[in-house]
C-alpha cells in the first residue's frame, strides 16, 4: 500500500512538471509500438505545438504528416526547418490551413508558405537554422535559453520583423520583439530562448521495442535533436526489430526519448534530383552569357580554397566552385544538414533520398565522409571548426555588412544556415554578380535587411576582387579587358585600389 501511494504521488508531481514527459496509453497499444500513423497521432488536439523533423524532404515522417491532416486538427504550431513542398511533407497541412504559426528558418521554394505570408493568412516566426538547430536541443536538454552570436545587429535582434502581415501585405499585425543582448569577452551576443514542443513528429531508419532509433545519412539532421524536445516523441521507421538486434553502440539515440513507433513504407520524394551523367551529358547545348558570367566567377572564387581546409559552400555559384579546385588541393567539404566529407553528384541509378546537400540535391559521399545531426553541425559551424564560407549576396555594404536573406514584400527565402555561417568567426567569401538589372549591389550600407554586420572578407564578381578592410573596399584583382573607371561605375560604393592591382588569374 505504501508503495501504491509512492507511486501515485510521483506521477502526480510528474504531471504537473512544465515540460516532461511520458504518456502511458494502453488499449491497442503494444508498448511503445502501435499499429500506424492515425492510432499513433489520434490525441493531438487543437492548438498543439509540433515539432517536425527533417530537411527539406528529407528525413521526413511523412505518414505521421499525412495522418495529421487527416485528422482534421487546426491552429497548430508547427516547428521545423521548412514547410515542405506545395504538395508533399508539411506544404499539405498549409493548403488546408491547418497550421496558424510556422516556427523555422528557411521558406524555400514552397510558394504557399510564402503566398499564405506575404497575403496575412500565416504566421511565420523566421529563425536562423543553427539558433533553430541549439533551441530545440537546448528545449530538450532542460537549458532555457542560450547565448549566440548569430544574428546581432539584425531584426532578428533589434525586433521588428513582420510575423503575421495585413492582408495588404504591407501592414504590421505582430512583429518579433527586441531581444536581449550582452557582451562577453569584448564581443556581442544575443540572448535566444529554448524551443519545446507537445509533440515531436520525427523520421528514422530503424528502432527497436524499447525506442531505440538508427538514422540514415542526412535523413538525421533536425530528426534527433527534435526527438528530444517533444513532451511526446512519436518515431515513424522504417523496420522496428526485436531489442537486442541492434547493438548498443550503434544507437544513435536512445529509447528515454521516444515514446510512440509506427512502422511504414515511405515514398521518399527527392525534391532536387541531381546527377552526373557522364559521357551523356549534353554539350551541344551552348552556354548563356549568365552561364559564363558565374562559370568565371566560380573559376575564381576556387583559387580561395587552400589544401586541407574545411569549407561550407552555399547553394549556386559557391558550390559551382567545388568543380574547379586547383589540381594538388585537398579540401573537406561540410554542408550544414549533417555532412562532412561530401561528394560528387551520384551516377544515375544510385541517388539515395537520404543523402543530399544543403541545396536538397543529392549527394555521394568520400572515405572518410561522416554524418551527424543538424545541432552538431552548427556546433562545427559556431565554433569556428570551419575555415572558408563561400556564398552569395543581394547586397555587400563597403564595410562588408551583407544582406542575403529576403526583399521585404517581394522575396521570402528566410535566413537558412546563412547568419549562423558569417557569424562563425571563419573566413567569408562572398561570390555574386556585379550588378542586378543593372543596380548597384556593392553599396556604401545595404539598403535590404541584413544577414550579418562587418562579416565578408572578400568579395568576388565577374568584374573584380575587392577585400574589406577597417577603411573600406580594396580593389585588388580586375577582370581582363575591364577598366578601374567601369568597375567605379558598376560599384555603388567608394574603394582604394591597391597598388598591386593585377588581373583576376585565368583558370
Not at 496509453?25 to 490525441?43: I, L, N
Not at 498543439?48 to 485528422?71: Q, Y
Request: contains cysteine; proline residues 4%.
Amino acid at each position: 500500500m505504501l508503495a501504491q501511494s509512492l507511486r501515485t504521488a510521483q506521477i502526480s508531481r510528474s504531471s504537473q512538471h512544465s515540460f516532461h514527459r511520458r504518456s502511458f496509453a494502453t488499449g491497442t497499444v503494444k508498448g511503445k509500438v502501435y499499429q500506424d500513423a492515425k492510432s499513433a497521432v489520434a490525441d493531438i488536439p487543437n492548438g498543439s505545438k509540433l515539432l517536425v523533423g527533417g530537411f527539406g524532404l528529407c528525413g521526413i515522417p511523412e505518414n505521421l504528416i499525412t495522418a495529421v491532416r487527416d485528422s482534421g486538427v487546426k491552429d497548430l504550431t508547427v516547428v521545423s526547418n521548412n514547410c515542405g513542398v506545395d504538395d508533399f511533407g508539411l506544404g499539405i497541412l498549409l493548403k488546408t490551413r491547418q497550421i496558424k504559426r510556422m516556427i523555422s528558418s528557411y521558406v524555400g521554394e514552397n510558394a504557399t508558405f510564402e503566398k499564405q505570408y506575404l497575403g496575412g493568412e500565416l504566421e511565420v516566426e523566421l529563425t536562423p537554422q543553427g539558433n533553430l538547430a541549439e533551441r530545440i536541443r537546448a528545449g530538450g536538454a532542460g537549458i532555457p535559453a542560450f547565448w549566440t552570436a548569430t544574428g546581432v545587429g539584425t531584426l532578428f535582434h533589434e525586433g521588428g520583423f513582420p510575423i503575421k502581415l495585413g492582408a495588404d501585405g504591407k501592414s504590421t499585425v505582430i512583429a518579433s520583439p527586441k531581444k536581449e543582448s550582452r557582451s562577453f569577452n569584448g564581443r556581442d551576443y544575443v540572448m535566444e530562448e529554448a524551443i519545446t514542443g507537445d509533440f515531436s513528429l520525427i523520421k528514422a531508419y530503424k528502432a527497436d521495442r524499447a525506442g531505440n532509433l538508427i538514422f540514415k545519412a542526412t535523413a538525421r539532421n533536425f530528426n534527433h535533436p527534435i526527438a528530444t524536445a517533444g513532451k511526446i516523441t512519436i518515431a515513424e521507421v522504417d523496420e522496428i526489430v526485436e531489442n537486442g538486434e541492434l547493438k548498443a553502440d550503434e544507437i544513435h539515440l536512445p529509447g528515454i526519448f521516444v515514446d510512440r513507433i509506427i512502422q511504414a513504407k515511405t515514398e521518399r520524394r527527392i525534391e532536387r534530383l541531381t546527377l552526373d551523367r557522364g559521357d551523356q551529358k549534353d554539350d551541344s547545348k551552348p552556354k548563356t552569357k549568365a552561364d559564363l558570367v558565374r562559370e568565371a566567377i566560380a573559376k575564381r572564387a576556387a583559387l580561395e580554397f587552400q589544401d586541407g581546409m574545411y569549407c561550407n559552400l552555399g547553394i549556386g555559384i559557391p558550390t559551382l566552385a567545388s568543380n574547379y579546385i586547383p589540381k594538388g588541393v585537398h579540401i573537406e567539404l561540410q554542408s550544414e544538414n549533417g555532412l562532412l566529407g561530401m561528394g560528387p553528384y551520384p551516377k544515375p541509378g544510385q541517388e539515395d533520398a537520404d543523402l543530399i546537400n544543403a541545396g536538397k540535391e543529392t549527394v555521394t559521399t568520400i572515405p572518410g565522409s561522416s554524418f551527424f545531426s543538424s545541432a552538431d553541425s552548427f556546433a562545427m559551424i559556431r565554433g569556428a571548426h570551419l575555415d572558408l564560407t563561400l556564398l552569395g549576396a543581394l547586397q555587400v555594404s563597403q564595410y562588408g555588412d551583407l544582406a542575403n536573406w529576403i526583399i521585404p514584400g517581394k522575396m521570402v527565402k528566410g535566413p537558412g544556415g546563412a547568419m549562423d555561417l558569417v557569424a562563425s568567426g571563419s573566413r567569408v567569401v562572398v561570390t555574386m554578380e556585379h550588378t542586378a538589372k543593372g543596380q548597384h549591389k556593392i553599396l556604401e550600407s545595404c539598403a535590404l535587411p541584413l544577414t550579418a554586420k562587418r562579416c565578408v572578407d572578400r568579395i568576388i564578381t565577374e568584374m573584380a576582387v575587392f577585400d574589406v578592410t577597417d577603411s573600406g573596399l580594396k580593389l585588388i584583382e580586375h577582370a581582363p579587358g575591364v577598366s578601374v573607371d567601369q568597375i567605379k561605375a558598376a560599384t555603388g560604393a567608394p574603394f582604394q585600389v591597391d597598388s598591386k592591382l593585377k588581373e583576376i588569374p585565368q583558370y
